[in-house]
Nanobody
Framework: VQLQASGGGLVQPGGSLRLSCAASGRRFSIYAMAWFRQAPGKEREFVGTISRSGGSTYYADSVKGRFTISRDNAKNTVYLQMNSLKPEDTAVYYC?????????????????WGQGTLVTVSS
């Protein structure tokens, strides 16, 4: 599966942004999807994941209550709605896919990666 992330940009603290990740290739609904992010000088970290059907989600503590992952299997797309953004949310955001159903939070659990989209939170 090929993944294409989009929607990044510059936003003020407290603002909102929605990222999209479009998938092509094999049937999208067989993949659990996730978002990771990587800030300058830091390792890539888990943000959140959504199950194949979209019925289950799991988030990192740092974004819980502010970020929401959703998916539209008919459009082969997963979304990351980010609200109440903080400067520390500044990073390149990556979408990822894995062809297993269990919750996974480590980068090595994911087989496929998008190219990343930059989110900058600054006044």
């Amino acid at each position: 599966v090929q993944l294409q992330a989009s929607g990044g940009g510059l936003v003020q603290p407290g603002g909102s942004l929605r990222l999209s990740c479009a998938a092509s290739g094999r049937r999208f609904s067989i993949y659990a999807m996730a978002w990771f992010r990587q800030a300058p000088g830091k390792e890539r970290e888990f943000v959140g994941t959504i199950s194949r059907s979209g019925g289950s989600t799991y988030y990192a503590d740092s974004v819980k209550g502010r970020f929401t992952i959703s998916r539209d299997n008919a459009k082969n797309t997963v979304y990351l709605q980010m609200n109440s953004l903080k400067p520390e949310d500044t990073a390149v955001y990556y979408c990822a896919a894995r062809d297993r159903s269990a919750i996974a939070t480590m980068t090595y659990d994911y087989n496929y990666w998008g190219q990343g989209t930059l989110v900058t939170v600054s006044s």
